[in-house]
């Protein structure tokens, strides 16, 4: 029996990544995978017995990074404003440099292939940030009485719009942008 070498399963995972955003998670094969990665189909199944085990598998390592990077430099000794900023940052930071990742993560997310496991697992992920949004609430420092869930969603919308639009080279961001974006954030919620 063949050993398996990590630097060959970083580079499946890695093709998968990239043929997610040209084709979508659907259009992926294991022998387009293959080809991206450069290696052959049968070496691809030594690794994976099926496409979906790959995208399991890639879906759960992804979700675990990404829950260590959004609340990097976070704890609940910040105050509100600290809090949600340190976050904020986080998830643009995230948006921007793992792109690929972030696109693969929101298509799996909204497909047939994710398991009410792993969608609890993503879930819990968001909790920290509930957490503190309800704090806001509780010390009067949100002045909408939206629910958390709302206001994380329209956060990590104007997030993923500021993000692409940057990738995209339709805006580019900067210190002073980044600010002035999280400040229009803030007034969102901030009293």
Do not use: C
Request: aromatic letters at 12%; zero cysteines.
């Amino acid at each position: 029996m063949r050993t398996k070498d990590l630097n060959k399963k970083d580079r499946i995972f890695k093709a998968a990544l990239v043929l997610t955003k040209k084709v979508g998670i659907a259009g992926i094969t294991m022998s387009k995978i293959a080809k991206e990665a450069q290696i052959a189909t049968g070496t691809l199944y030594i690794y994976f017995k099926t496409k979906e085990e790959l995208i399991h598998q890639l879906y759960v390592k992804l979700e675990t990074e990404s829950a260590h990077r959004f609340l990097q430099n976070y704890d609940d000794s910040l105050s509100f404003k600290k809090g949600i900023k340190t976050i904020w940052l986080n998830y643009l930071k995230h948006r921007i440099e793992y792109f690929e990742e972030s696109i693969f993560l929101e298509q799996y997310y909204h497909s047939p292939y994710i398991t009410q496991q792993q969608k609890e697992m993503a879930e819990d992920m968001k909790q920290p940030v509930y957490r503190l949004l309800e704090t806001g609430k509780k010390n009067n420092e949100i002045k909408t009485q939206a629910d958390s869930q709302l206001l994380f969603l329209a956060m990590l919308g104007f997030i993923r719009e500021l993000a692409y639009e940057h990738i995209e080279g339709n805006y580019e961001l900067n210190e002073d942008r980044i600010e002035a974006a999280f400040q229009l954030n803030w007034r969102m919620l901030g009293s």
